[in-house]
């Protein structure tokens, strides 16, 4: 039986440190608006698909200063939240003073892959908070179930593209300069 929340025992939210300083185990949480949001295990197809897109994304950017990070990398995207997407593209940051950073706020590409699950947060939630960041450029929302992906790019400095693509779909990415094949992504 849950615990409603009593007015004499008040909430306190956690700030992105001390989130960061709390070891889970083998168990992954996120940190939304200062109140940990637990996360369930990612299945093989989701895992299979995020490996895909890392490798599809370091082959082409090797050399060029961007890195793809798996979903152990936080991105902070509003106060006191931290959200780990699928992948992550950052740029800059593949000097030695970047090696022990745990949580970053400027990626440049992010993918989401959703699942039953997770949907109204990916597309609500997330979705919002990854546009306000000014260094995001593409949002990718995969689905593994239909193979389908809804492609959200920056238009100038105020405007969205935001398409979900029903067929087979290559992904450019322009602020990479490269472009993401759908079988790539969705190989087995």
């Known amino acids: 039986m849950g615990m409603a929340a009593r ?5 306190t939210l956690l ?3 001390e989130f960061l300083e709390i070891t889970f185990g083998d168990l992954k949480a996120e940190l939304e608006h200062g109140v940990i949001r637990m996360m369930a295990g990612a299945k093989a197809r989701h895992n299979k698909v995020a490996l895909n897109i ?4 370091m082959r082409r950017l090797q050399g060029t ?4 990070y798996g979903p152990d990398q936080g991105i902070r995207t509003v106060e006191r939240t931290i959200r780990y997407p699928a992948v992550a593209v950052l740029c800059g940051h593949d000097g030695s003073n970047d090696d022990d950073v745990r949580l970053f706020d400027d990626p440049r590409v992010l993918f989401e892959i959703a699942s039953a699950g997770t949907f109204r947060t990916d597309v609500r939630e997330k979705l919002l908070e990854y546009r306000a960041l000014t260094s995001v450029d593409t949002i990718v929302l995969v689905d ?3 193979e389908r992906v809804r492609v959200v790019q920056r238009i100038g400095p105020d405007g969205w593209s935001d398409v979900g693509h029903q067929a087979a779909f290559d ?3 322009p602020s990479l300069g490269i472009t993401l094949p759908h079988a790539e992504i969705f190989a087995r």
């Not at 200063?65 to 793809?68: N, R």
């Open 171 to 173: 992904i450019p990415l």
């Open 7 to 11: 007015p004499d025992y008040p909430l």
């Open 144 to 146: 593994i179930g239909t």
């Open 65 to 68: 200063g961007c890195t793809p």
């Open 54 to 57: 890392q490798f599809a994304l």
């Open 15 to 17: 700030t992105e440190q």
